[in-house]
């Protein structure tokens, strides 16, 4: 995969999920979560966050838990034509390790919020942002 979060600043310890053993996830990817506290990569706009994996899970290796980080600040990538994202402003999954401007305001829909753009990016303009996670 590309694109994997870059971890800045720890805030807190991971936490351990579920993984299919078939699964290959590096290092730093943006995984969603299933029930029950399952993670798996994240692969669209506005997935539930789970968290970021803090080591590489080799598919087939018989492993089945992988340790998320749920707290800290991460450089991460903006899609190709990002929303304009304003320090501050949340921002959510947009795709495979990719982060956009969260536009979902209703209740429910905070789920996609991932965490809080911790520097600017304009409209259209593909860049890798400092998090900070929720």
Not at 55 to 71: M, S, V
Not at 75 to 95: C, E, F, L
Not at 114 to 130: H, K, M, N, R, S
Request: aromatic content about 2%.
């Amino acid at each position: 995969m590309a694109d994997e979060a870059v971890l800045k600043l720890r805030i807190s310890d991971p936490i351990d999920f579920t993984v299919a053993d078939g699964a290959g996830i590096e290092k730093g990817t943006i995984c969603k979560i299933t029930d029950p506290r399952t993670a798996s990569a994240s692969s669209a706009d506005g997935e539930s966050f789970a968290g970021v994996a803090a080591r590489e899970k080799i598919a087939n290796d018989g492993r089945t838990r992988l340790a998320l980080h749920i707290k800290g600040i991460f450089d991460m990538k903006t899609v190709a034509s990002p929303a304009a994202i304003t320090a501050g402003d949340p921002v959510k999954i947009a795709g495979a390790n990719l982060i956009d401007a969260a536009d979902d305001d209703t209740v429910e829909g905070m789920a996609e919020v991932i965490g809080y753009a911790l520097e600017t990016v304009a409209a259209t303009v593909q860049e890798t942002i400092e998090v900070r996670l929720k």
